[in-house]
């Protein structure tokens, strides 16, 4: 089960809550394998992730869950 980062435990340098609402929501979809500009599944490199859509790219990798 994966979950989100405690936004309490977020500060972004110089952002608003906005921002580190994103910035948990971004992570989230990274380690859900997910792009976070909705593209859907990242294809897994050598060094972590990328989006073929939008080249976004990652060196977190996406945590394994049991899909059921
Ligand atoms: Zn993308």
């Known amino acids: ?3 989100r980062i405690d936004i309490s435990r977020i500060h972004v340098l110089g952002g608003t809550d906005d921002d580190a609402r994103r910035f948990v929501e971004s992570d989230f979809k990274i380690r859900s394998g ?5 593209h859907g599944l990242l294809q ?3 060094f972590g992730q990328a989006c073929e859509q939008c080249g976004f790219s990652t060196n977190k990798r ?3 869950v049991a899909h059921q």
């Open 62 to 64: 996406a945590e394994k």
């Open 34 to 38: 997910l792009c976070p500009n909705g």
């Open 1 to 3: 089960m994966i979950e």
């Open 44 to 46: 897994e490199t050598d």
